[in-house]
């Protein structure tokens, strides 16, 4: 069944992953598109009196002050997308694509980018005949997103490629109506938004979200088999603190360490790292919740620039009638949040390591040094936490914020960008590090579980079993790459925390 849209702030987070994730086809209300068609007659009736308009009427950035005649028009609108379509590097997935579709979409549903409803029903068609255009995720030093967007709605005039079926088939060729004949200022509405930002800050959410939840998981494994104190994890020493975040890390952690096995009786002070698993993962949380929350207001912002407004309430304030320049196609909120997950979970990859380094030393943990049967002939599993160590490092680099770059382009008229592009990929690559760094802790703990003979919580044996399942014991020394290969796979199945896969930003051939 279609996801109707009656209006074009009416996308929440559920509809959203219905459509782009999951693939479900989408119609609008035949009140919308009339809507549209009233404001497209505005708009056209605007430019017929004569008004400058950019992008429309006059050349784009520095040649802003160059006039395009009327005759030129359909070509100059195809024109804009085809010589901004420059970039390179690795496609983009096709969730995140049919995301930035569906929210160019919907906010051409609004009226103020002024384009046709011809367009929004050709980007429904698109949308619902599962169109992937091949788009360039690499980073360019354009303001907002023309470039990537310019590969992805150039497929719609025949430009450019598309996937059929994981192989890449020219634009032209896999439409199988003809190509749209784009209208005046309906090539510069396509590309000068930002709906590529949410797309891309949507899927890393998700992911972000599994993977907390993981490293969570792993700190209560830690927890259970050293047979530390759970005292420092309990409701009430988070709501001392009265952080939302950490209270609710503070819940699940004594979910997971519930039942006879739960040690609450004094004991020696566990190291800072294993104490503070509240806090860090509470922080980071609270940082996704930041981020959920602007994604959330992005589904429904109008981005454009120029927009076509009305004129506004008559008096000695009163705004005329026209195209407006904004600076909305310039993602900054969401970009900065996309960093502060960054650096959040960073830091919880900070406390993995430490954690997973006290797991492995006797005098913390009351196990084998290095978590072997026989210490000295055998070697256990540091080689564990040495590539844990490589896994910070690479991290740590990543965690530089993209959005504190701002350079020149375009003779001095572009000066500053948002580098989402720049900022998903570093998140991207601080959640693969974080991913393998659990793979490996999680191997290290079968490996405890094997060693410790007193049983863990209920909620702990579930995940023990299927660790169990996955990876033998370690008793004799061995490569363990093969064991964390396949640990990481259960993990990105999403299948030790009850959930499923998440999507990835970058395309990724269908086996065989």
Same mark, same amino acid.
């Not at 969730?95 to 569906?102: D, E, K, N, Q, T």
């Not at 967007?149 to 005039?157: D, K, M, S, Y």
């Not at 040094?369 to 002939?377: E, N, Y």
């Not at 399942?469 to 796979?489: C, F, G, N, W």
């Given at each position: 069944?279609?996801?109707?849209?009656?209006?074009?702030?009416?996308?929440?987070?559920?509809?959203?992953?219905?459509?782009?994730?999951?693939?479900?086809?989408?119609?609008?209300?035949?009140?919308?598109?009339?809507?549209?068609?009233?404001?497209?007659?505005?708009?056209?009736?605007?430019?017929?009196?004569?008004?400058?308009?950019?992008?429309?009427?006059?050349?784009?950035?520095?040649?802003?002050?160059?006039?395009?005649?009327?005759?030129?028009?359909?070509?100059?609108?195809?024109?804009?997308?085809?010589?901004?379509?420059?970039?390179?590097?690795?496609?983009?997935?096709?969730?995140?694509?049919?995301?930035?579709?569906?929210?160019?979409?919907?906010?051409?549903?609004?009226?103020?980018?002024?384009?046709?409803?011809?367009?929004?029903?050709?980007?429904?068609?698109?949308?619902?005949?599962?169109?992937?255009?091949?788009?360039?995720?690499?980073?360019?030093?354009?303001?907002?997103?023309?470039?990537?967007?310019?590969?992805?709605?150039?497929?719609?005039?025949?430009?450019?490629?598309?996937?059929?079926?994981?192989?890449?088939?020219?634009?032209?060729?896999?439409?199988?109506?003809?190509?749209?004949?784009?209208?005046?200022?309906?090539?510069?509405?396509?590309?000068?938004?930002?709906?590529?930002?949410?797309?891309?800050?949507?899927?890393?959410?998700?992911?972000?979200?599994?993977?907390?939840?993981?490293?969570?998981?792993?700190?209560?494994?830690?927890?259970?088999?050293?047979?530390?104190?759970?005292?420092?994890?309990?409701?009430?020493?988070?709501?001392?603190?009265?952080?939302?975040?950490?209270?609710?890390?503070?819940?699940?952690?004594?979910?997971?360490?519930?039942?006879?096995?739960?040690?609450?009786?004094?004991?020696?002070?566990?190291?800072?790292?294993?104490?503070?698993?509240? /806090?860090?993962?509470?922080?980071? #949380? !609270? =940082? @996704?919740?930041?981020?959920? +929350?602007?994604?959330?207001?992005? &589904? %429904?912002?109008?981005?454009?620039?120029?927009?076509?407004?009305?004129?506004?309430?008559?008096?000695?304030?009163?705004?005329?009638?026209?195209?407006?320049?904004?600076?909305?196609?310039?993602?900054?909120?969401?970009?900065?949040?996309?960093?502060?997950?960054?650096?959040?979970?960073?830091?919880?990859?900070?406390?993995?390591?430490?954690?997973?380094?006290?797991?492995?030393?006797?005098?913390?943990?009351?196990?084998?040094?290095?978590?072997?049967?026989?210490?000295?002939?055998?070697?256990?599993?540091?080689?564990?936490?040495?590539?844990?160590?490589?896994?910070?490092?690479?991290?740590?680099?990543?965690?530089?914020?993209?959005?504190?770059?701002?350079?020149?382009?375009?003779?001095?008229?572009?000066?500053?960008?948002?580098?989402?592009?720049?900022?998903? /990929?570093?998140?991207?690559?601080? #959640? !693969? =590090? @974080?991913?393998?760094?659990? +793979?490996?802790?999680?191997?290290? &703990? %079968?490996?405890?579980?094997?060693?410790?003979?007193?049983?863990?919580?209920?909620?702990?044996?579930?995940?023990?079993?299927?660790?169990?399942?996955?990876?033998?014991?370690?008793?004799?020394?061995?490569?363990?790459?093969?064991?964390?290969?396949?640990?990481?796979?259960?993990?990105?199945?999403?299948?030790?925390?009850?959930?499923?896969?998440?999507?990835?930003?970058?395309?990724?051939?269908?086996?065989?």
């Amino acid at each position: 069944m279609a996801i109707l849209l009656e209006r074009h702030d009416q996308l929440d987070l559920s509809q959203y992953r219905r459509v782009a994730l999951e693939r479900e086809a989408v119609a609008v209300a035949p009140a919308l598109l009339s809507d549209v068609a009233g404001s497209r007659a505005a708009l056209l009736g605007y430019l017929e009196s004569g008004a400058q308009a950019y992008g429309v009427n006059t050349g784009l950035g520095y040649l802003a002050s160059r006039t395009v005649e009327d005759v030129d028009q359909a070509a100059f609108q195809r024109a804009i997308l085809a010589g901004r379509a420059t970039g390179i590097g690795h496609p983009l997935s096709e969730a995140v694509v049919r995301g930035a579709m569906l929210l160019r979409l919907a906010g051409f549903l609004g009226g103020y980018a002024g384009v046709s409803p011809e367009l929004c029903g050709f980007l429904v068609d698109r949308l619902n005949d599962q169109w992937y255009p091949v788009v360039p995720g690499g980073v360019s030093g354009a303001a907002g997103e023309i470039v990537p967007l310019a590969h992805l709605f150039g497929t719609l005039v025949g430009d450019g490629s598309v996937f059929v079926d994981g192989r890449v088939v020219p634009a032209e060729r896999a439409l199988t109506v003809p190509p749209f004949s784009l209208g005046a200022k309906e090539g510069i509405a396509l590309i000068n938004g930002a709906p590529l930002a949410p797309a891309l800050a949507a899927p890393l959410l998700l992911r972000a979200d599994a993977l907390l939840e993981h490293a969570t998981l792993c700190g209560a494994l830690v927890v259970a088999v050293t047979r530390a104190s759970a005292r420092p994890y309990v409701v009430r020493v988070g709501e001392l603190k009265g952080d939302p975040g950490q209270l609710a890390i503070h819940r699940r952690l004594s979910t997971l360490l519930a039942g006879p096995a739960r040690r609450l009786e004094d004991a020696r002070q566990a190291p800072v790292s294993l104490r503070v698993i509240p /806090q860090v993962h509470g922080a980071a #949380l !609270d =940082a @996704l919740g930041h981020l959920r +929350a602007q994604l959330d207001r992005e &589904l %429904r912002a109008v981005t454009d620039s120029p927009v076509f407004v009305g004129a506004s309430r008559a008096g000695e304030d009163a705004e005329p009638e026209g195209l407006y320049p904004t600076g909305n196609f310039h993602a900054q909120a969401l970009t900065l949040l996309v960093d502060s997950a960054g650096v959040a979970l960073t830091q919880v990859l900070n406390l993995l390591e430490k954690r997973l380094h006290r797991l492995l030393d006797s005098r913390f943990s009351g196990l084998p040094d290095q978590l072997t049967r026989d210490p000295g002939r055998h070697s256990g599993v540091v080689t564990l936490h040495k590539q844990v160590i490589g896994l910070v490092a690479q991290a740590r680099g990543l965690a530089a914020p993209a959005t504190i770059h701002a350079l020149d382009a375009s003779t001095g008229q572009e000066d500053i960008q948002a580098f989402t592009l720049l900022a998903a /990929q570093q998140l991207d690559g601080i #959640l !693969d =590090a @974080l991913e393998l760094a659990l +793979a490996h802790e999680l191997v290290a &703990l %079968r490996q405890a579980r094997f060693l410790v003979g007193t049983p863990l919580p209920a909620p702990l044996e579930r995940t023990a079993s299927l660790l169990a399942d996955t990876v033998a014991p370690v008793t004799e020394d061995r490569s363990l790459a093969a064991d964390v290969s396949s640990v990481r796979e259960l993990v990105a199945s999403g299948q030790l925390i009850g959930g499923v896969r998440c999507p990835s930003i970058w395309f990724s051939p269908t086996p065989g």
